[in-house]
């Protein structure tokens, strides 16, 4: 007589091996030969490049008829310069210099975090400061990391490309 196994020992038994393949793909336990994201932190940016890097996105705002706030922060995310449109929205102000800091610090788009995020990779929350939407982009100036630009007021993807503008003044 053939011997009967009960379905709920079938199920956890699947259940574990599946489990144990899931935790050996984890793309977490990949390491890396280089540090991504590796850019050296350069003297921060001068008042002047910070105003011309807002002043055109800024610009690109007002083009495309958008009303944002626009922060440039030092490397350490320290406030530069700031310009906030008319009638953009309030809360505004203090994400387009999260964006920044978050930027600088990290030395990173905010674009990355936030694809990181939609990836599953929610441990990207816990870091401290973190914002996981796209409008901070690092500033690089001769290879070395100068500051960042934040928009916001914005969709995320209106935010970034006033932010590409701004930072494309940066060489």
């Not at 259940?15 to 935790?23: D, F």
């Not at 958008?66 to 310069?81: C, N, R």
């Amino acid at each position: 007589m053939p011997m009967r196994i009960p379905t709920a020992i079938v199920l956890s038994a699947s259940l574990l091996v599946a489990g144990a393949a899931h935790a050996q793909q984890n793309p977490l336990d990949v390491v890396p030969e280089k540090m991504p994201f590796d850019i050296p932190y350069g003297a921060p940016i001068s008042l002047d490049l910070a105003m011309k890097a807002a002043a055109a996105a800024a610009d690109e705002a007002k083009k495309r008829g958008w009303k944002l706030h626009i922060a440039v922060v030092g490397p350490a995310g320290e406030l530069k310069y700031f310009i906030g449109m008319d009638d953009a929205q309030l809360a505004s102000i203090s994400i387009s210099q999260h964006k920044a800091r978050v930027a600088a610090t990290y030395r990173r788009e905010t674009k990355a975090l936030e694809m990181g995020v939609q990836g599953g990779f929610n441990y990207l929350l816990t870091l401290d400061g973190v914002i996981a939407s796209r409008g901070g982009i690092p500033l690089i100036q001769g290879g070395k990391l100068i500051g960042a630009i934040g928009c916001s007021g914005g969709t995320g993807s209106q935010d970034e490309v006033a932010c590409k503008a701004g930072a494309a003044i940066v060489k």
